[in-house]
């Protein structure tokens, strides 16, 4: 086997997305993966979203990893899928803030449907996408 | 639609998965997400990797993002996948190095193969975990 074979590298893109593209990508995951700044280093988990005008909606229970957020503002986030055997990944890169005030978070248009839960309960995050970026890959193609 | 259908939050884990388990999904994994810190934030991208000994191998060329490790040794990689409706995550948290000399890259026993490129043209970098988690949960459990 090939040291090529043997050590991958870097996934390079077969194709770029455009950003709307990008965008109906974000609106079709399942799930993403938000990565932050952690206070003891850089930390990564799967979390479920909402998109809306253009940005991201998290929420998180109280005492969760996504204070971390506070740490540092400027996070990631990626999600990923494949098209039969090509597999695409759009990677938003943006400033996260917390919402603090019902009239953000209910300003946010997110919550124009009626709730059942109280927002005091939760952490309300908001991610504004700096930059969007998606790639087609193959899978696997060193492999 | 009641809140919780509207604003996802964390991926609330069904179970928590060993650690044999996850170096086989990390084995068995076709690519993996990397999150570091960058001069400019967090950035997240798709990498693909060989695993040696309970560690993981990426190489890169020369340029590439990969080099931001420089500014930041504590990385975060992510593999996950689906087994039908149930998906998992798996989270490794360590510390990521440049392999300098050509015995470090040797050493490690990912090259113990023939190769047919030279070491020089790439990075090699070594991430040692310093912890591993992962998780199976639903898929859109709020959606």
Chains 1, 2 share one sequence.
């Not at 969760?64 to 503002?73: E, G, N």
């Amino acid at each position: 086997m090939p040291l090529r074979g043997l050590l991958p590298e870097e996934i390079a893109a077969v194709d770029t997305m455009s950003t709307a593209e990008c965008w109906r990508a974000l609106n079709d995951a399942p799930f993403g993966r938000l990565a932050v700044g952690a206070a003891d280093g850089v930390d990564i988990f799967p979390v479920n979203f909402a998109v809306n005008s253009e940005a991201i909606y998290l929420r998180s229970a109280p005492g969760s990893k996504l204070v971390d957020i506070a740490h540092s503002s400027s996070v990631a986030f990626e999600v990923d899928g494949a098209d039969g055997e090509e597999h695409w990944s759009v990677v938003v890169r943006g400033i996260a803030e917390r919402l603090i005030h019902d009239r953000d978070i209910h300003g946010s248009g997110v919550l124009q449907l009626k709730t059942v839960t109280s927002t005091a309960k939760h952490n309300y995050v908001r991610i504004t996408p700096t930059s969007i970026s998606g790639r087609r890959f193959s899978a696997t193609p060193h492999r």
